[in-house]
Nanobody, 127 residues
Framework: QVQLVESGGGLVQAGGSLRLSCAQS????????MGWFRQAPGKEREFVAA????????YYADSVKGRFTVSRDNAKNMVYLQMNSLKPEDTAVYYC????????????????????WGQGTQVTVSS
């Protein structure tokens, strides 16, 4: 049984930081590319960041580039999203997702490409 469980969300003031974590079980984690997406009220789910299966390649949405950093620890089956300089427009439910793709350097930005999803964690940034 595959499980992705996000944690680390919360309420933070603008300019603050949060670190989201995603714990996975039931997968051979090292062959999955990972992604982070978010969905704000009334909006579609949007891509935030992605990392290849080996961790060597990352890709970010323009809106978070330079502020967010994705990382993974394959030994611990964990993926992280460090979010700095948070803005009110970053407020959303954040989801991690896993996509079976062991190709070195492969990252995916489309939600439809991902096989498994977590339940999400709420991030609220106050102005």
């Amino acid at each position: 049984q595959v499980q992705l469980v996000e944690s680390g969300g919360g309420l933070v003031q603008a300019g603050g930081s949060l670190r989201l974590s995603c714990a996975q079980s039931g997968l051979t984690f090292s062959v999955y590319a990972m992604g982070w997406f978010r969905q704000a009220p009334g909006k579609e789910r949007e891509f935030v960041a992605a990392m290849g299966s080996s961790g060597g390649v990352t890709y970010y949405a323009d809106s978070v580039k330079g502020r967010f950093t994705v990382s993974r620890d394959n030994a611990k089956n964990m993926v992280y999203l460090q979010m700095n300089s948070l803005k009110p427009e970053d407020t959303a439910v954040y989801y991690c997702a896993a996509d079976l793709d062991w190709r070195v350097g492969a990252v995916h930005t489309e939600a439809s490409e991902y096989d498994y999803w977590g339940q999400g964690t709420q991030v609220t940034v106050s102005s």
